[in-house]
């Protein structure tokens, strides 16, 4: 059996027709309904009390109607492109019989009602609660394809569970890197090459132990993902200088690339002796692994940089007192390494002519307005001949 949601075939109709405000006209029943059969519905008993007994004329004449006009707005819908419903193995709708514009149109639907008290490992899952701790799960796939593995919601916070497109998530925290010596065999593979574009890439390069089929389960907002054994470091850096970045506090590589600035939350670093803190500092001199850092210009390929272990800058350059953050450096373990990476040496390279061309923009900056202040003080002491040659020769430095 199919579900065919009208508002879906509607929008897809309309954009097929050339038609524009798509979206906007298919956001309510009354406004498809204005669109497509000229007259909007009246939704005054909408907001009617529906738990009086019995229902009114009204209201009953209102729910009617709010069914009854639906087959009409999706025949209305299939006539603006001359589509239609196409007899076969399985329900499907098309201008024609090849047209795959309508696949996704129609779908199958199950629901499960789950006892959970918590609420958090059920939001996972997109459930809507009924009464007490009863949810309701509500799964779809395209009608005609396999009907995917059935949700399942998480025991405990970091525990896998099963999505509600039957996808196998496993949190982060739940894997290691490797052990031993395959371990660094795996990451010295990687170090100074272009891994992916997506975090899901170089987090899938590492983790090894991931059931095939499954899905790293994490923050996808945060820069710093955490495993077991280690932690996986994410940073974004500017193609050219003044670019804004998402930051409050770039990241800049410093001499040569050896080194990167690093923020983290005071709360976080704790003086370095958070537990964060303490993977975060690992050098890889022990069994422990240091974290591993992939770093990417703009939106470009992220490229593996290898271990790397974190420790205070030497001068805090950053006033924290609002942002509470720390200020802290990157040490690329693998530095060496690195030199043999084209794709490396010029990200770092390009990194720090930005950092060059911004001081140089500072200077010129600092330059410009003592030049401007002098000029005031010439101008309010009737000093116009030198006031002029003065703003002739600053005019002059400053580009067109």
């Not at 524009?20 to 009246?42: E, G, I, Y």
């Not at 709708?93 to 490992?121: K, L, M, P, T, Y």
């Given at each position: ?18 038609i524009r ?24 008993q ?42 076969g ?15 996704r ?9 789950q ?6 490992s ?15 799960v ?28 039957g996808?196998?998530?496993v ?35 590492l ?14 907002r ?21 670019e ?12 040569d690339g ?12 704790n ?15 022990d ?11 703009r ?25 509470g ?17 084209s ?17 140089s ?20 002491d009737?000093?116009?001949?030198q006031a002029?040659?003065?703003a ?9």
């Amino acid at each position: 059996h199919g579900v065919t949601e009208v508002s879906t075939i509607a929008k897809k109709a309309i954009q097929l027709g050339r038609i524009r405000n798509a979206k906007q006209l298919t956001s309510s029943l009354s406004r498809l309904t204005k669109f497509l059969l000229q007259k909007p519905v009246d939704k005054e008993q909408q907001i009617s009390d529906w738990s009086q007994r019995p229902l009114s004329n009204e209201q009953m004449e209102y729910a009617a109607l709010d069914a009854a006009v639906v087959p009409v707005l999706l025949e209305k819908a299939l006539e603006l492109v001359d589509a239609k419903w196409m007899v076969g193995d399985e329900a499907r709708i098309g201008r024609h019989e090849d047209d795959q514009s309508f696949v996704r149109a129609i779908s199958s639907i199950r629901f499960f009602i789950q006892e959970n008290n918590d609420s958090s490992s059920m939001r996972k899952l997109k459930a809507k609660k009924l009464v007490s701790n009863y949810w309701m799960v509500t799964q779809s796939w395209v009608a005609g394809q396999k009907a995917p593995s059935p949700p399942s919601a998480p025991t405990g916070e970091d525990d896998a569970y099963v999505d509600i497109a039957g996808t196998h998530r496993v949190p982060a925290r739940k894997l290691t890197i490797g052990n031993g010596s395959s371990t660094s065999e795996v990451v010295t593979r990687m170090v100074g090459k272009r891994v992916g574009k997506s975090k899901d890439a170089c987090l899938e390069a590492l983790a090894s132990q991931l059931p095939e089929g499954a899905k790293l389960e994490y923050d996808h907002r945060a820069g710093m993902v955490e495993f077991e054994d280690s932690l996986a470091l994410f940073v974004n850096t500017p193609a050219r200088a003044g670019e804004p970045t998402r930051g409050r506090y770039p990241n800049v590589w410093l001499e040569d690339g050896k080194f990167m600035t690093f923020f983290l939350r005071k709360s976080e670093w704790n003086d370095g002796l958070s537990e964060l803190a303490e993977k975060l500092s690992r050098n890889g001199q022990d069994s422990n692994l240091p974290s591993i850092l992939f770093v990417r210009i703009r939106r470009g390929f992220f490229i593996c940089c290898g271990r790397c272990r974190v420790s205070p800058k030497d001068d805090d350059s950053i006033d924290d007192r609002d942002w509470g953050l720390e200020e802290l450096k990157l040490e690329l373990l693998d530095w060496e390494m690195l030199q043999n990476s084209s794709d490396f040496t010029s990200m770092a390279s390009a990194s720090s002519k930005i950092k060059e061309e911004e001081t140089s923009d500072e200077e010129d900056s600092g330059a410009t307005a003592l030049s401007m202040q002098k000029l005031a003080r010439m101008v309010l002491d009737g000093d116009l001949e030198q006031a002029r040659s003065l703003a002739e020769g600053v005019l002059s430095q400053k580009p067109v």
